[in-house]
Every structure is written in structure tokens, then in C-alpha cells.
């Protein structure tokens, strides 16, 4: 199983920044794909930013010289460093992870990021 828990959600003005992490564990978890995803009510959930065990990444449009996906191994912990944020940008945001490609993708629970004045 793997577990994922997400931190670092909160209320900032636009132009802020935010760090998210996201704490995993359990015995099936591995560095396979890993990745941040948002979404507002009503609509569907968006990939934010990836990242594969080689360390290759990929990102939204939207979050692309903005937002930038990190990893700790040895903490296993994933981070997403959101600067210059938006209105826009206001979402619960999640963390997740697949373990192999025929495996289905894990989710944390989310954690809420409002970007308003």
C-alpha cells in the first residue's frame, strides 16, 4: 500500500508563494511517477506538475515558470514551490503517485490553497 499526506496549504495574496509537500510511505511506494494535480469544484482534476523516476519533468502550462516540482528521497517527501501566485491558482491541491504503469494512482487528501487579497 502506499499512503500520501499533503502540507503546506493556506490563504496568501496574490504575488505570494506557497510550498507544498507531500509526506509518503507504505511498503509499495517507489519513485516510479510522482506529481501534483489540482481542482475546483465543478471541474475536473488538472495536472499541475509530474515528475519520473529519472528525475525528467513535466508541467501545466499554467504552472510553467511559476510552480516547480521537487523531490527528497531519503525523506520521501515531495515539494511544489509555487511562486507568484494567482487568483487562479486557487484550488485543493493533491498529491499523487503511481508505482508502476499498470498500477492505479494513489491520492493524498488534498490540501486547500486560496490565493486572494
Known amino acids: 500500500q502506499v499512503q500520501l499526506v499533503e502540507s503546506g496549504g493556506g490563504l496568501v495574496q496574490p504575488g505570494g508563494s506557497l510550498r507544498l509537500s507531500c509526506s509518503a510511505s507504505g511498503t509499495h511506494f517507489n519513485w516510479y511517477r510522482v506529481g501534483w494535480y489540482r481542482q475546483v469544484p465543478g471541474k475536473q482534476r488538472e495536472m499541475v506538475a509530474v515528475m519520473i523516476s529519472n528525475g525528467l519533468t513535466n508541467y501545466a502550462d499554467s504552472a510553467k515558470d511559476r510552480f516547480r516540482i521537487s523531490r527528497d528521497i531519503a525523506k520521501k517527501t515531495i515539494y511544489l514551490q509555487m511562486d507568484n501566485l494567482k487568483p487562479e491558482d486557487t484550488a485543493v491541491y493533491y498529491c499523487?503517485?503511481?508505482?508502476?504503469?499498470?498500477?492505479?494512482?494513489?491520492w493524498g487528501q488534498g490540501t486547500q490553497v486560496t490565493v486572494s487579497s
Open positions: 499523487s503517485t503511481r508505482i508502476s504503469s499498470g498500477s492505479a494512482d494513489y
